[in-house]
């Protein structure tokens, strides 16, 4: 069924913490480059613009989304000082199997990592039935995950930040 919602990215600019003084990593697959760099894009820009500096923003390309997890597992284990690693990826429904094996994985690689290291994980894969709901969602008509990656991992870097400051206080606001 169609996406009601026309733009998905749309988030209040308020409501978004700062990144300033973050150090991010940006994990992407060379897969899909069409659509991947537009992820890649939104998701750079978005952290810019919320003060993250471009020295402090890594981007490594690997071959294609299966490799995404090991990738952020082990810039982890090598700088542990990120605050954050959002991973971006494509994969694409075709005849084989070949899509819910890389899907699956990712997931729960993801998952896996971000509970071994003390920083947030975020998962940027898109997995659509085609090339098409892809760019719709890469910079077209329903907005760019890449940019809800950015904003996610911004959210995720302030909660981390504030519980390991302040750890026995609950109220976040
Ligand atoms: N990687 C992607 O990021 N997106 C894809 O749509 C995608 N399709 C693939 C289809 C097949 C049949 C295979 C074997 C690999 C595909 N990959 C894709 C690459 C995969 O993520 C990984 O790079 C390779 O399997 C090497 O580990």
């Known amino acids: 069924m169609e996406t009601k919602k026309t733009n998905l990215s ?10 300033k003084g ?11 480059a069409t659509v991947t760099d537009n992820l890649l894009q939104g998701a750079y820009d978005t952290l ?3 003060g993250t500096q471009e020295k402090d923003i890594t981007v ?3 071959p294609g989304s299966y490799e995404l997890t090991s990738m952020a597992d082990h810039l982890l284990t090598i700088a542990p000082h990120l605050d954050a690693v959002i991973c ?9 199997r070949h899509f819910d094996f890389i899907c699956e994985a990712v997931a729960h690689g993801i998952t896996e990592v971000s509970l071994r290291h ?3 994980v975020i998962f940027g894969l898109l997995t659509t039935n085609n090339m098409q709901q892809a760019l719709d969602r890469a ?5 760019n995950k890449g940019i ?3 904003v996610t991992a911004l959210k995720m870097c302030s909660l981390y930040n504030k519980l390991n400051d302040e750890p026995w206080s609950f109220n976040l606001e």
Do not use: K, M, R
Request: charged share 15%; with cysteine; hydrophobic share 45%.
């Open 10 to 19: 749309e988030y209040n600019a308020d409501a978004v913490p700062s990144g």
């Open 22 to 32: 973050l150090h991010i990593a940006i994990v992407v697959a060379e897969w899909n």
């Open 48 to 50: 810019v613009q919320f």
């Open 60 to 62: 490594v390309h690997v």
């Open 88 to 96: 971006l990826g494509c994969v694409i429904q075709g005849e084989t």
């Open 118 to 120: 003390d920083s947030p």
């Open 139 to 143: 910079g077209g008509q329903h907005g």
């Open 148 to 150: 809800e990656a950015a």
